[in-house]
């Protein structure tokens, strides 16, 4: 549990930081029992004087009682001297005093705060003159205490805007699989005999609709804990981020939280999606196509975010980069980044697009903020004649290794405009990354317009299912013979 905390710890302070600031003087005199007055800002420590009551519940867990404890000492660490503590069997009668409420108060401002809270979630919000800490359960409490604690200062005052609404989700650990898991038995053999007897290779378990009311497409996986993570785009107030949904059967998904969003002034202000995820040695490693800044004129570069518990991310930097001269193969535009990692060695593949065709290009190394771009890309090539299928674009891919073998599946569509081509996906596969073998595509393309793309591999119960994107949400079907 102390490492759990400690990654909250340092997350949460990457969250919230644009939420909290030390306050200086105020205009009157700091009074022990009311706060400063302000419009804006609730003022928890000032001038050496602790303003605020810890309260909790008369009967509470032993997460709330040691999570009341905790804070009330940093307040008292903060201010100098010692904050008050007590429990909800004070009645208020009159004037709303001033409290930080932890867990299930009686106070009408507790069940407030808990409104439409999220199953293992926790939130920090503000609720009149009461800063709420709630959580479903006492390991997300643990969760919103080390959140809260993050965001006193070291030394001087303490105040929370009125608008704070920092939450999070505890979700158990165990075992985390990218792809497949290598100890296990996966049945290779219908992808195998995809590219020596496509006829014989037949597409079983169809659904159609996953995720459509999430709007989940162009998703990512990893299994934790024998549970399905996908890592998908999510538009939010017209920029597109990255959310993290769960699933037990592949084809209900529900989602947990927001993971990635576009910067406020960084390079990738407009957008942060297109995920590819990856875990390795208690790290999670997301690669992002993102766009904004002015240095970019809001042409798409690759982007790295790393996470200790796969939900809360912090950004990296940009790791792949169009030309700024705006010539040839990435001289338009780089994004929509698959993340792989084989012996020691990092493998990002990525599109590149030259003002006319998308296609497949790597780049890979042992430091994944030091990559070598492959100096024979594309490795998949768009095809020569207009009317062949993939004449526009090879594009979002997904990769896997098996016994020698790289196996890829890949968009493609005819030529622009885009969204009037054809769009569908394809399968290729290659010993050295390099030279690939092509077959495909097994299922129709689309008649105009985006569709059947943004393809991902998920193995379940030793079998390969490939998800794709049909309207706004996910079709799936299972390889076979």
């Given at each position: 549990m102390k490492a759990r905390k400690t990654i909250a710890l340092l997350l949460t302070l990457v969250l919230a930081f644009g939420a909290l600031t030390a306050c200086g003087g105020e205009k009157?005199?700091?009074?022990?029992?009311?706060?400063?007055?302000?419009?804006?800002?609730?003022?928890?420590?000032?001038?050496?004087?602790?303003?605020?009551?810890?309260?909790?519940?008369?009967?509470?867990?032993?997460?709330?009682?040691?999570?009341?404890v905790k804070v009330r000492a940093a307040l008292s660490k903060l201010a100098g001297k010692d904050a008050a503590i007590d429990t909800d069997w004070v009645k208020e009668e009159g004037e709303k005093k001033p409290e930080i409420l932890i867990g299930d108060t009686n106070r009408e401002e507790s069940k407030t705060a808990k409104e439409g809270l999220a199953a293992d979630g926790y939130r920090i919000?503000?609720?009149?003159?009461?800063?709420?800490?709630?959580?479903?359960?006492?390991?997300?409490?643990?969760l919103a205490v080390e959140a809260l604690l993050a965001l006193i200062p070291e030394s001087g005052d303490f105040s929370v805007e009125k608008t704070l609404n920092l939450?999070?989700?505890?979700?158990?650990?165990?075992?985390?699989?990218n792809v497949y898991d290598k100890d296990t038995t996966v049945d290779f053999k219908p992808l195998e005999t995809l590219f020596e007897d496509p006829d014989s290779v037949v597409l079983k378990d169809v659904k159609t609709s996953i995720g459509s009311s999430l709007g989940m497409h162009f998703a990512d996986f990893l299994?934790?804990?024998?549970?399905?993570?996908?890592?998908?785009?999510?538009?939010?107030?017209?920029?597109?981020?990255?959310?993290?949904?769960?699933?037990?059967?592949?084809?209900?998904?529900?989602?947990?939280?927001?993971?990635?969003?576009?910067?406020?002034?960084?390079?990738?202000?407009?957008?942060?999606?297109?995920?590819?995820i990856w875990y390795e040695d208690g790290t999670y490693y997301l690669v992002y196509e993102g766009t904004g800044a002015p240095d970019k004129d809001n042409r798409g570069a690759v982007g790295l975010a790393t996470s200790k518990d796969g939900i809360h991310f912090e950004k990296q930097g940009c790791i792949i980069d169009y030309?700024?001269?705006?010539?040839?193969?990435?001289?338009?535009?780089?994004?929509?980044?698959?993340?792989?990692?084989?012996?020691?060695?990092?493998?990002?593949?990525?599109?590149?697009?030259?003002?006319?065709?998308?296609?497949?290009?790597?780049?890979?190394?042992e430091d994944l903020m030091n990559l070598e771009i492959y100096d024979g890309n594309p490795i998949i090539p768009t095809d020569k004649k207009p009317t062949d299928p993939a004449s526009g674009t090879t594009g979002r891919r997904d990769v896997m290794y098996c016994d020698g073998?790289?196996?890829?599946?890949?968009?493609?569509?005819?030529?622009?405009?885009?969204?009037?081509?054809?769009?569908c996906h394809m399968f290729a596969r290659s010993q050295d990354f390099e030279h690939w073998e092509k077959v495909g595509p097994i299922i129709d393309q689309t008649e105009h317009g985006y569709g059947n793309d943004g393809p991902a591999f998920l193995v379940m119960n030793d079998q390969i299912?490939?998800?794709?994107?049909?309207?706004?949400?996910?079709?799936?079907?299972?390889?076979?013979?």
């Open positions: 009157e005199p700091a009074k022990e029992t009311d706060p400063p007055a302000g419009d804006d800002r609730l003022t928890l420590v000032a001038g050496g004087e602790p303003l605020y009551t810890v309260m909790r519940p008369d009967i509470a867990s032993d997460a709330v009682t040691k999570g009341a919000t503000v609720v009149g003159n009461k800063l709420c800490v709630v959580a479903d359960g006492d390991k997300a409490m643990e939450t999070g989700v505890y979700v158990p650990k165990g075992p985390v699989v299994v934790v804990n024998d549970v399905i993570w996908a890592y998908y785009i999510e538009w939010i107030d017209g920029e597109a981020g990255v959310a993290l949904a769960t699933s037990e059967d592949g084809v209900n998904f529900t989602k947990v939280d927001t993971v990635l969003r576009p910067s406020e002034d960084d390079w990738d202000n407009q957008m942060a999606s297109f995920p590819g030309r700024h001269d705006g010539q040839g193969l990435y001289g338009a535009n780089v994004g929509t980044p698959d993340i792989f990692r084989l012996n020691g060695t990092w493998y990002v593949t990525f599109h590149t697009f030259d003002w006319t065709d998308c296609m497949i290009c790597y780049a890979s190394g073998w790289f196996y890829m599946v890949y968009e493609i569509s005819t030529e622009q405009p885009y969204d009037d081509a054809h769009w299912f490939v998800y794709y994107r049909v309207g706004g949400s996910m079709s799936r079907y299972r390889l076979a013979i």
